[in-house]
């Protein structure tokens, strides 16, 4: 299923010219801040450093003055800092190159900054769809994966369902509009699995079946 994606996307986040008959939905990407703090957690890592910054003071305060106890905790804002602007920029980076793509037969999924990799998930290989919602109204919708279809957490991460890693769940992470989104697959998703194949036959059979 994983698409190593070196080339120039005839489609922007397909690896190919969608054929005949398919239809792009819906396209988009992650929110860069709400990745930052639900997948990096940002905002627990912040306060760490803030923490270290105070206990850091109050175990000095009593052995100098003000401030150089204040001095002495300095560095551990300034390290937490630039952890979190590296949090950040991986952030902005994973939102700005990954494309979400919703056809009325399959959900792609192009991600990676450094390694770009395009997950297809055909409606028929998908056997749930679970949706995190948040009260901005971004949320997630993770995809349980049906058969021995399998894909590595690490290698899509963090385009997953988290601590999710056996099986792993790819998740479209952190998107706006999360709900109308996930309404959206729901239906397509019905209507694709719900459509009869028809297939030739030989001569005095006949050969209608459900996809």
Not at 34 to 54: C, Q
Not at 93 to 121: E, F, K, S
Not at 138 to 166: E, K, N, Q
């Amino acid at each position: 299923m994983p698409h190593d994606d070196f080339q120039v996307e005839p489609v922007k986040g397909l690896p190919e010219t969608p054929p005949a008959g398919e239809v792009i939905l819906w396209q988009g990407k992650p929110d860069w801040w709400a990745l930052a703090k639900e997948s990096l957690n940002l905002l627990w890592v912040a306060g760490y450093f803030v923490f270290l910054a105070l206990w850091r003071f109050v175990a000095v305060v009593d052995l100098m003055p003000l401030g150089q106890a204040i001095w002495a905790s300095v560095p551990f804002l300034i390290l937490g800092t630039i952890v979190c602007a590296l949090l950040l920029g991986i952030a902005w980076a994973q939102a700005h190159y990954t494309v979400y793509t919703v056809t009325n037969r399959r959900i792609a999924m192009r991600i990676g900054a450094a390694l770009t990799v395009t997950l297809n998930l055909p409606y028929t290989q998908i056997g749930a769809a679970n949706l995190d919602l948040r009260k901005s109204g971004t949320g997630t919708i993770a995809f349980d994966l049906l058969g021995d279809t399998r894909i590595s957490y690490l290698v899509c991460w963090p385009h997953v369902r988290p601590w999710r890693i056996s099986p792993t769940q790819p998740a479209l992470r952190c998107i706006p509009e999360a709900e109308e989104i996930a309404a959206m697959i729901s239906e397509a998703a019905e209507a694709r699995v719900s459509m009869p194949q028809v297939e030739r036959a030989r001569a005095g059979t006949s050969a209608v079946a459900a996809e």
